[in-house]
């Protein structure tokens, strides 16, 4: 365990500690609704952890590389820009998968173009964008969205 999961975890323990002393009652009613909440998550987690599993599966790194890594240069970057665009997946899912993509050779600047993209734009979701938003202003976030997404990526790339 590194040194950050050792403070956090302290933290926490401190906290429940300190609860307990203050109201015991509270904290267990604390305890109870967070042992609800972790268990309606758990099946969205088990399910990151199986997509994220098959996708990699599927993926030879040797791909990962070749599409994302170092060598596809700015046109990597469009690419992930794209597909994190078309993507429609909770950002829970993508950041593990991005995780992996830079294991398996992806460049910091495709990844981080991916997960901008993912969390910025909303091909799928503009229809009802326009229709709560309007047009212009939906066109205008996406574009805005788009063109941040593209400096993060070329900002990390350069970085590092």
Do not use: C, Y
């Amino acid at each position: 365990m590194n040194s950050t999961a050792i403070i956090i975890n302290g933290l926490a323990v401190a906290a429940l500690i300190w609860a307990l002393v203050g109201d015991r009652e509270k904290a267990r009613a604390g305890l109870r609704k967070g042992l609800q909440v972790m268990m309606g998550i758990a099946p969205v987690t088990l399910l990151v952890v199986a997509v994220v599993g098959i996708v990699l599966a599927f993926i030879p790194a040797e791909t990962v590389g070749l599409v994302l890594g170092e060598g596809a240069g700015f046109t990597g970057v469009l690419a992930a820009l794209g597909l994190g665009a078309l993507v429609h997946m909770p950002a829970l899912l993508g950041f593990p998968l991005a995780g992996k993509v830079l294991q398996n050779g992806g460049s910091p600047g495709p990844v981080a173009a991916f997960i901008t993209s993912l969390t910025m734009i909303g091909v799928f979701t503009i229809p009802m964008e326009i229709k709560i938003l309007g047009r212009r202003f939906t066109l205008a976030r996406n574009l805005v969205s788009a063109a941040l997404a593209l400096s993060i990526a070329v900002l990390m790339g350069v970085l590092v």
